[in-house]
């Protein structure tokens, strides 16, 4: 029976354990210094917004643990020293392992900005970082974001949920133009102006600048305007959480580098989730995918591994979805902010401009490579099969039907894009068709 | 747009204020005439010397009014115990006919205007309140900014307070109705609007108040939800069912002289179904009673069955009941409250199945009464509560030694309700408003087939569904009774787990683990575990309210009727090829 140890109580440290657990009984030990228990940190900004307590985003009741004889420890690691298996305490205890998992995941980026350490301004990372912006943004006049990502926009919703007007800087001509194609990107910048959002395009943040007492009190843009805020949201990505490791033999670029079976360059040490770089990604794939699901995959990977059936890491169709306040935004396959020389698209955006589908597809083969769908949910099943299928474009259109998740009585838009389709196709005409309300209650 | 809801505000809570401020403002005089006119000839006698004490005096309250009627009524029965006069004994309640005759002032001579004042001025406040939200509240879509802030959402000193008042108004309907006269007297012009003959009681009102927040907290619920168009025909349709089918077609019956029936209502809900009264009253008021008896029984013996095959539960709790309609509806705001864990959801089954028993005993009791038989038998009271308290007692301190991790909260909570349960009802039989309700005498029970009939609408018809059920909103959520207690959801329940085609769907590898979903679900299903493993949910308890479904920010939930092989699978997250079946 090994001593099994992992730092790191997120979706990927955690996956670890409960796989390990369930095929093996070796000891299993989760370390983090940030909280007790494993919460979802995809529901910070809930915990803000006054949608959940803290409490409610537990994945797991608080005896789980014991029930299931994961051992849990809160505190810091200081080092790790490899030659002897042991890890280092912030108060100077330490720990034997046998094997080690790292799931560190990520740390907010900060590029070194005049006034970046002012009192009243951070990132959102961890929960420290919520508590940090519950106790700075109380009775406050205007809080700046900068950085056009998915955690910016999220505290973008945070403020606003409570009142306090936001100046969103981005960089980008368009909001996360860096991943989203134009169209989509101006549907978020429409919906972000319908929400009161003092949206910057194309602002770049040079300056925060600092009171008499060394908290923010405004910012300076690219273009020398001044704007008085008393918070500041840095947003512009994270980036692996490694810091602590470095300088060591342990083999660090970005991220820690890892083959495929999640193994880094030192016998017995692994690494997963966020903090993980994939020496030789797959194609369809990045070396650093800093995302929820890609934590819970190679945490099923390696907890297989771990518990003696080599498994290597082998992920899918990529896949994502966030919501820009009210706005649900789902992907499957590649879609990227630019057209590949080999790629065509076809676009459809329903009349309110608030729900649009983007296929993207191969133009020799017809073949489709991903979908971008906003305001209309689509089953994950059926997009991976007609993906990893090849489907062409025409099949998709013509059976669109089976990728809608929206709930029961919901407008079906099919009949639309499906008449958009062949008036942007003239040569490839689909028919048109919905199922009826009846044919679809008793499906 | 927000003075305008600000003032709305304020005109709600001025009726409320005047509703509630009404329950002191009359006064009551008990005349010689009233007496006269209200008392059966040979109880006059009888109580003609204890009651004309009370006569031409005008009292300002309510309550030391009704209490002197009532302590009347109980010296001259005293007596004539005393006296082994059996058959004399008054059994009729004057205490509710007489006030309502003796009373006078404010609320007898403007009835029609403070009518107009509370619930007209009550429904512009409210309706000034909600409607602004459309423009106030931001784009359509969800609207939990703040929930766990708010005093009244989150257990604070308002949902303290609006749930003390819930409790204390549910005990006055069910064991005080007297002591609530002006408020009886203050729908009175509505009824006589309906019926004419008719005479407003504390069940017009309760019925009346229970629809208004239906009607009034459904265009809440309406504005709130209006994104989802499944949240907003399904609302339409609480809304429709309480207004028309509880509310307006059982008073408009009445009026031609039929009989009192609420359509949508069955058994084992509807718990006196089967009372010899109700089957004598059907049957006896021809074609149209007989066909409303075969109504009841069709619904649940035919109607449930197929319907969840097709729809899951949903179709009657969350689209038709009136207990889900109000929930849907003025408990949307308390949702949030159910609890999610494990051992609730244990707590859960024991009791919902216990009382679903407990009817179903019940009913065969009273059919077995109506068809000529009975049983009898007396046991010492207290020797059952020493064995009953005991046993609760020894049990959880095993199971605390036995599972200690586990801690014993289910246990404790299940033996203590029980010891609880049986300690209450003795202490009900020594109060004398409740003795009626507890078929025990001195220091036996004596038990008879139909004294089950009373205890069950007393513990469970009352207490739980009424006093518990709705009182408690503000604490437990708004499906305290649908979730621990209804004998009809237990019975859907069985249906949707066992043989239907309704489940919910979740979307492939999508979920985050955020917990929305778990948050929301009003029946403290923990939505999150099946939906971040892949799972479909088959769970009996869910009423397919799709807030679920609602609430989750990465369309990962979907409430569907499909073919009922797919129902059962094998959790599985799409996405990740190193591992096909996962968990
Ligand atoms: C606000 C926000 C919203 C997000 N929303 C989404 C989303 O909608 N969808 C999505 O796919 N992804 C989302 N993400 C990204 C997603 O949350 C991460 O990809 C994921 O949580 C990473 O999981 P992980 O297990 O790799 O690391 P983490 O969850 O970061 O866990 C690592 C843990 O290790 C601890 N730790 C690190 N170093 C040490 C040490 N030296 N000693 C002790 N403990 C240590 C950390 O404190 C942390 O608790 C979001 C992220 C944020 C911040
Ligand atoms: S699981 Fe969803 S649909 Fe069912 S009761 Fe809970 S919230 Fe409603
Ligand atoms: S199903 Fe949706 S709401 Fe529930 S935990 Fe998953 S992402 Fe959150």
């Keep these: ?443 | 747009m927000k003075l305008v809801r600000t003032s709305g505000l304020i005109i709600f809570l001025l009726s409320f204020g005047l509703f509630l401020g009404l329950f002191f403002m009359s006064e009551y005089k008990l005349t010689e005439e009233i007496f006269a006119s209200k008392v059966k000839p040979n109880h006059q006698e009888l109580l003609k010397p204890e009651m004309s004490k009370m006569f031409d005096k005008s009292y300002s309250l309510s309550i030391p009014f009704v209490n002197q009627i009532n302590a009347a009524v109980d010296n001259v029965n005293g007596q004539l115990r005393a006296e082994q006069k059996w058959n004399d004994i008054i059994w009729d309640d004057y205490s509710g006919s007489l006030t309502k005759a003796s009373a006078g002032g404010l609320i007898v001579d403007s009835t029609w205007l403070l009518f107009v004042l509370v619930f007209i001025g009550g429904t512009i406040g409210a309706l000034m309140f909600i409607l602004p939200q459309v423009q106030l509240a931001g784009p359509a879509g969800i609207k939990h900014n703040g929930i766990f802030f708010n005093a009244l959402n989150n257990r604070g000193w308002v949902g303290i307070s609006a749930g003390t008042l819930l409790v204390v108004f549910y005990i006055l309907i069910y064991f005080y109705d007297a002591y609530m006269m002006n408020w009886i007297i203050l729908v009175e012009p509505l009824k006589k609007l309906i019926n004419p003959a008719g005479e407003s009681s504390q069940w017009f009102l309760y019925g009346f108040l229970y629809t208004f927040a239906v009607v009034v907290m459904g265009i809440r619920m309406l504005v709130k939800y209006r994104h989802s168009k499944y949240q907003m025909v399904r609302t339409a349709s609480v809304m429709f069912f309480q207004l028309a089918f509880a509310f307006l077609i059982p008073e408009i019956l009445v009026r031609l002289n039929q009989p009192y029936f609420d359509f949508k209502n069955m058994w084992p809900l509807d718990y006196d179904f089967f009372d010899a009264w109700h089957i004598d009253m059907l049957t006896k008021s021809g074609g149209i009673g007989i066909f409303m008896f075969a109504w009841g029984i069709t619904l649940f013996v035919v109607g449930v069955p197929t319907f969840v095959f097709f729809f899951g539960k949903r179709w009657y709790c969350s689209w038709v009941c009136g207990c889900g309609g109000l929930a849907e509806t003025a408990g949307d705001p308390f949702r949030q409250l159910s609890d999610k864990s494990t051992e609730a959801w244990q707590i859960e089954r024991f009791l919902i199945h216990g009382v679903f028993v407990f009817g179903v005993i019940m009913t065969g009791l009273v059919l077995y009464n109506f068809f000529g038989g009975d049983f009898g038998f007396s046991l010492n009271k207290w020797i059952i509560v020493s064995v009953v308290v005991a046993t609760a007692v020894g049990l959880s301190l095993w199971h605390m030694k036995k599972y200690p991790d586990m801690g014993s909260k289910k246990v404790m909570t299940v033996a203590g309700s029980i010891a609880g349960f049986v300690v209450l009802a003795v202490v009900f039989s020594e109060v004398s408003v409740f003795k009626k309700y507890i078929p025990v005498d001195g220091s036996n029970f004596n038990f008879y087939s139909y004294d089950v009939r009373t205890v069950y609408g007393f513990m469970i018809g009352s207490l739980f569904s009424g006093v518990i059920g709705t009182g408690f909103y503000p604490f437990m959520g708004n499906r305290v009774w649908c979730r621990f207690g209804c004998p009809l959801a237990a019975y859907l329940g069985f249906v949707q787990r066992f043989k239907s085609k309704f489940r919910i769907t979740t979307n492939g590898g999508q979920c985050i683990s955020c917990g929305n979903c778990s948050t929301y679900c009003e029946m403290g299903i923990d939505v999150r575990w099946y939906a971040q493993r892949g799972q479909n949910i088959v769970r009996s308890s869910c009423v397919g309210c799709g807030v679920c479904s609602a609430v989750c920010p990465r369309g990962v939930l979907n409430l569907e009727n499909g073919d009922e092989s797919t129902r059962f699978t094998d959790p599985i997250l799409i996405g990740n090829d190193s591992i096909k079946v996962t968990e």
């Design chain 1, 1 to 443: 029976m090994d001593h099994i140890v992992i730092i790191g109580n997120g979706i990927a440290g955690i996956t670890t354990a409960r796989q390990i657990r369930k095929h093996s009984d070796h000891k299993i030990t989760v370390i983090s210094g940030e909280t007790e228990h494993f919460f979802s940190r995809t529901a910070l900004m809930y915990i803000y917004m006054g949608h959940m307590k803290y409490e409610n985003t537990k994945p797991y009741e608080d005896w789980f643990w014991t029930k299931n004889k994961i051992d849990l420890k809160k505190a810091w690691v200081k080092k790790v020293n490899y030659s002897n298996k042991t890890l280092e305490f912030e108060g100077g205890e330490s720990m034997q392992y046998d094997k080690l998992v790292l799931a560190t995941g990520s740390k907010s980026n900060k590029f070194g900005w005049p006034g970046q350490d002012l009192e009243g301004v951070r990132g959102l990372y961890s929960y420290q970082d919520l508590e940090y912006m519950e106790k700075h943004s109380k009775d406050i006049d205007r809080a700046v974001v900068v950085g056009g990502g998915l955690i910016g926009v999220e505290m973008a919703e945070m403020f606003h949920s409570r009142n306090i007007p936001v100046t969103f800087l981005v960089r980008e001509t368009n909001f996360w133009n860096n991943i989203l194609p134009e169209e989509e990107s101006k549907l978020i910048n429409r919906h972000l102006f319908e929400h009161h959002i003092d949206l910057r395009l194309a602002t770049e943040l040079k300056e925060i600048v600092s009171d008499e007492n060394g908290r923010v009190k405004s910012i300076i843009t690219g273009t020398g305007e001044e704007i008085a805020c008393q918070f500041v949201g840095l947003t512009p990505g994270v980036s692996p959480n490694v810091d602590f490791l470095k300088e060591s033999e342990l083999n660090i670029e970005r991220g820690i580098v890892v083959n495929e079976y999640l193994e880094t360059n030192i016998p017995d040490v692994y690494a997963a989730g966020d903090c993980a770089q994939v020496a030789e990604p797959l194609s369809h794939r990045r070396a650093i995918e800093a995302v929820w699901y890609v934590g819970r995959m190679m945490g099923e990977a390696l907890g297989k591994t771990l518990s003696g059936q080599k498994t290597a890491y082998k992920p899918g169709i990529w896949f994502n979805s966030a919501k820009f306040f009210d706005i649900e935004y789902q992907t499957y396959g590649l879609v990227g902010n630019k057209l590949q020389d080999n790629e065509g698209q076809f676009y459809w955006e329903a009349e309110d401009g608030k729900k649009c589908v983007k296929i993207v597809f191969d133009q020799a083969s017809k073949k489709v490579i991903g979908v971008n769908t906003f305001g209309i949910r689509m089953r994950h099943e059926v997009w991976d099969k007609w993906l990893k299928e090849g489907k062409t474009l025409n099949h998709v259109i013509a059976n669109l039907d089976e990728a809608n998740f929206d709930p029961e009585f919901f407008k079906r838009y099919d009949p639309e894009i499906q008449k958009a389709y062949n008036g942007q196709f003239p040569d490839e005409q689909v028919s048109v068709r919905s199922r009826s309300l009846l044919e679809r209650i008793f499906s």
